[in-house]
């Protein structure tokens, strides 16, 4: 069962190695996501040109790795075709290369089989392969990728490759870093039965989209017929003989748990959070208390300008409002008022009946009434967020 309901991203990156794993592992969900009217993104790291080429036609490929790859290039653009068209970037090209770097070419590392079964490196990848690559640079082409595309959410496989092949590995690590770069959410595929999926998206009804993208890819695997007793079963022959079985889920894992959206207003703060909260603002007022009575009285030019008075006026005055306004609190908005008014009484009573700070004219009467008066007017007027809420526009 899925921990989480789908959702659907506005823009969704599917990060893969080589031609036919989108359609493989993913191929189910992005055919959904493009019936849900999401605008998704196939990025391809390579052309795959050292893969199997298991037909009889196809044989003599084998091994030329340029042939192999523009063979592969028409196989993955059917596939995509009939998935429902996602648009398709391959890694280092162009909308997935920084713009003052020349585009370049990522070529397929090669694997051999473990005794295991997993994938392993191979001995004789190439110089100029996924893996011998810098992998800040890799890094680099998919952070372009996602500014190209705009993409809400990237996905790509766990940090195992799926089966350990070393270009998904590379891509995984990749992927998840330009994620993070970007600060757009990272999601893993992982199977549907290992019970730590976040996400898992029921694949049946493009159960067709799927074995029409997978039959494209002939050089890779067979496809076996229809089952008339359940047309809905999919499976196919991998190079090393393994039959693998469509599931009838697809299944992602995000890459850290959702963090809480950090409190806006004061009545979104944890109960600690609000006793901080006040008690920062009972210091601000306190602070400006003190800066407002030593400076109140200060005047400049000839004409003797009350430059103090309207400093300290206007400092009361942005410090209520703005913490209002944006904390939307008013017992901040008193603790700012006591904070003053203490340290103004303080100030006056340590320097006695005859204190210079607080005179008897218009900066003294100012101050020493102006702060509470435009506290009470700030605490008074009402809170018209709740209002703004209901008559505003939802968003598409």
């Known amino acids: 069962m899925s921990k989480a309901s789908v959702t659907r991203p506005e823009r969704v990156l599917f990060v893969h190695a080589h031609p036919d794993d989108e359609t493989l592992s993913s191929g189910g969900t992005i055919a959904t996501l493009l019936e849900l009217g999401a605008e998704v993104t196939v990025l391809t790291a390579t052309r795959g040109e050292r893969g199997e080429m298991l037909t009889e036609r196809l044989a003599p490929l084998a091994g030329d790795a340029q042939r192999v790859a523009a063979h592969r ?9 009939a998935l429902g068209g996602p648009v398709h970037l391959w890694l280092g090209g162009q909308g997935a290369r920084p713009t003052d770097l020349p585009e370049r070419r990522y070529v397929d590392s090669g694997m051999q089989w473990g005794p295991d079964g997993r994938a392993t490196a191979a001995d004789d990848a190439p110089a100029d392969s996924l893996t011998a690559a810098d992998l800040g640079e890799v890094v680099d082409d998919v952070r372009a990728a996602i500014r190209s595309t705009g993409a809400d959410a990237v996905v790509s ?53 799927v074995r029409a993208a997978v039959e494209q890819y002939r050089s890779q695997v067979t496809v076996d017929p229809v089952d008339p007793a359940d047309p809905t079963a999919l499976s196919w022959v991998m190079p090393h003989g393994v039959r693998q079985h469509a599931p009838a889920v697809e299944a992602f894992r995000h890459d850290a748990d959702p963090q809480p959206p950090a409190p806006q207003t004061y009545a979104e703060m944890s109960g600690q959070g609000k006793v901080a909260a006040v008690a920062v603002a009972l210091v601000l007022g306190l602070v ?41 609190s008013r017992a901040m908005v008193a603790a700012i008022g006591i904070g003053i008014l203490v340290a103004t009484q303080v100030l006056v009573s340590v320097g006695g009946q005859g204190s210079p700070l607080v005179l008897a004219n218009a900066a003294g009467y100012v101050w020493t009434f102006a702060p509470a008066v435009i506290a009470a007017l700030v605490l008074a007027w009402p809170d018209l967020s709740g209002l703004r809420s209901r008559t505003a526009p939802g968003r598409e």
């Open 157 to 209: 496989y766990a940090d195992d490759g799926g089966y350990g092949h070393p270009d998904h590995v590379r891509v995984h690590h990749a992927a998840r870093y330009a994620a993070r770069a970007e600060e757009v959410a990272f999601s893993m595929i992982v199977a549907p039965d290992d019970g730590d999926a976040d996400v898992t998206v029921d694949v049946l009804p493009v159960r067709a989209k």
């Open 288 to 328: 400006t208390g003190g800066l407002g009575t030593v400076t109140h009285q200060q005047t400049i030019g000839a004409a003797a300008f009350p430059i103090g008075m309207v400093i300290t006026t206007l400092l009361v005055v942005g410090l209520t409002v703005g913490i209002r306004l944006l904390y939307r």
């Open 73 to 81: 290039e028409t196989e993955i653009d059917a596939a995509l075709a």
